[in-house]
């Protein structure tokens, strides 16, 4: 039974790759936006203009964030905690303690639900906490917060370490012999009390995938997130001591505790470690340190996905590892699986795109070494404008020459006759990365922005100061002083939506808004249809 290490191996990878599809919202009802120097102001469609914005069904409806996904990915990380050595041994001793303390089979599986049902509501009221204490304007600033990212960072590494040996996450003796003296009640609250003390005794191996989700559910930025990712994982919990209960015979099927629990927080230990290096990437990018640049990030990846493909080889060891005898089959598909990942990164350091997994890496500009720096993947001519402001602070997308000051792009623009293209964008926005390495790249979509468009990239959450002159106070008692401050700003106020990527085609000469903003398309053909609509509706109104 040991190809269950397979299995959890391939669940926690999609987990964490899943961790770059996040969703977002667009509303613009009735707002269009101009420019006062330094003062933004929110302007009401004039009725009486002719109407010029033409709104494709299809663009308008943008789908809602899901909160099915936040709760999939909390469902695959209860699996993966159900399998940790603090848990998956206590199931054949609490299935055992409900059917000889019961009289019947249906009152043990009573107990049993009753007992799952109270392991869900401790996890629920986890989530809830983390929303109220938070709330919806603090958890969606956490994934721009450099402070956080790091702070995040660090929570990962030391949850990697954990998974690795270096030390056991235990919480304080006090509480868990509390909770146990409590368990011994009978009725409800004895049941209560033993879920209670179950998610106690086993954060040493819960904690860190706890951890990561409640991170990677308040840095999507719904207020339910927290919530529904905790009912996720609670429900994978509680799940089997139900399943198991109704079917006692069912435990015959199961493997046996051993070395093998260990090796699977070993595995996780390495995934969790390759996921933090995405935190410390967003801080890097965020304030420009260029200390964690695109091959530094690949270089880490590569010996992380190397070195647990030696673990899983039994060439690398840890001192609380047993004996291995032999190499099962499971861990040699492992194996391959880690050292594919691997080799399959290393043409990154020389430019590869790198496809599948461009929204977790930092952005392609930022490579010191590339050797397909003289071949584009794009087409059409790339716009020489001469130098831009912030020229030097942004890196470029690949085949693209951006303005990132909304002025100085629309002066261009007005002089050239072309509309624009405003891209809400941010360092630490995962999907922005995949919509320039995956739908940018096509060879229509490059050429339409290339050519038919001046595209300004506007940073929603950089942290460089402005100058002075243009630091300045919203009439809402709000402090610009940063450039992303500003930029963030001009998304809410203009177009009340504060998600990224938000992509605005706007008339260059009376700044109004072409079509529907639409936000992260993968789909080339359906994103092409919307930089045509913005065309068309364009030309309707300059003829």
């Avoid at 590339?370 to 071949?375: E, F, H, K, Q, R």
């Avoid at 059409?380 to 951006?402: A, E, M, R, W």
């Amino acid at each position: 039974m040991k190809k269950l290490l397979l299995v959890l191996f391939l669940l926690f990878s999609g987990l964490v790759f899943s961790f770059a599809q996040n969703n977002d919202t667009i509303s613009t009802d009735g707002v269009t936006f101009t420019s006062a120097s330094d003062t933004l102001v929110v302007q009401k469609k004039e009725p009486a203009k002719p109407a010029v914005v033409v709104v494709p069904a299809k663009i308008a409806k943008l789908p809602a964030p899901s909160l099915w996904a936040i709760f999939i990915k909390g469902f695959i990380g209860g699996v993966l905690a159900f399998f940790m050595p603090c848990i998956f041994p206590m199931l054949p001793m609490t299935i055992a303690f409900f059917t000889k303390s019961s009289g019947t089979k249906n009152s043990a599986i009573g107990k049993a639900l009753i007992y799952g049902l109270s392991i869900i509501v401790i996890y629920v009221v986890l989530g809830l906490f983390t929303s109220v204490a938070f709330g919806a304007d603090a958890l969606n600033a956490l994934s721009t917060s450099g402070v956080f990212n790091l702070f995040f960072f660090l929570v990962l590494v030391a949850f990697a370490a954990s998974f690795l040996g270096a030390f056991e996450l235990v919480l304080p003796s006090v509480w868990v012999n509390a909770m146990d003296a409590k368990s011994d009640k009978a009725g409800l609250a004895g049941l209560f009390f033993m879920a209670f003390t179950l998610a106690l005794v086993s954060f040493s191996c819960t904690g860190p995938i706890i951890g990561t989700l409640l991170v990677q559910a308040a840095t999507e930025g719904a207020l339910l997130a927290p919530a529904i990712g905790m009912l996720g994982f609670s429900f994978a919990l509680a799940m089997p001591f139900a399943l198991f209960a109704m079917f006692p015979h069912w435990m015959r099927s199961l493997p046996k505790s051993g070395g093998w629990l260990n090796s699977v927080k070993v595995v996780l230990g390495f995934l969790e470690l390759a996921l933090s290096m995405k935190f410390l990437s967003n801080v890097d990018l965020a304030y420009h340190w260029h200390l964690f640049d695109r091959e530094v990030f690949l270089v880490l990846w590569i010996v992380i996905a190397a070195l647990a493909g030696f673990y899983l080889l039994g060439k690398l060891k840890f001192s609380h590892d047993s004996a291995l005898d032999h190499i099962a089959v499971s861990r040699l598909f492992l194996a391959i699986i880690a050292f594919s990942f691997s080799m399959y990164l290393v043409p990154g350091l020389w430019g590869a795109p790198l496809r599948s997994v461009s929204a977790l890496l930092p952005p392609m500009s930022t490579q010191d070494f590339d050797l397909s720096a003289g071949v584009s993947a794009t087409s059409g001519s790339i716009p020489d404008s001469g130098p831009h402001k912030y020229t030097t602070l942004f890196d470029k997308p690949k085949g693209f020459n951006p303005f990132f000051d909304y002025d100085e792009g629309l002066a261009y623009a007005k002089k050239t006759h072309k509309p624009v293209m405003i891209d809400f964008t941010g360092h630490a926005c995962v999907n922005c990365r995949k919509m320039e390495a995956n739908v940018w790249t096509d060879q229509q979509i490059a050429k339409r922005i290339n050519e038919d468009y001046v595209l300004i990239q506007l940073y929603v959450d950089d942290k460089t100061d402005l100058a002075i002159k243009e630091q300045t106070t919203t009439p809402q008692g709000r402090a610009i002083k940063t450039i992303g401050n500003k930029w963030s700003y001009l998304q809410t106020s203009k177009f009340l939506s504060n998600s990224q990527p938000f992509y605005v085609l706007l008339d260059q000469d009376s700044e109004q808004p072409l079509v529907a903003p639409n936000g992260a398309d993968y789909d080339p053909v359906s994103y092409l249809k919307f930089l045509d609509s913005g065309l068309n509706a364009y030309k309707i109104t300059h003829k």
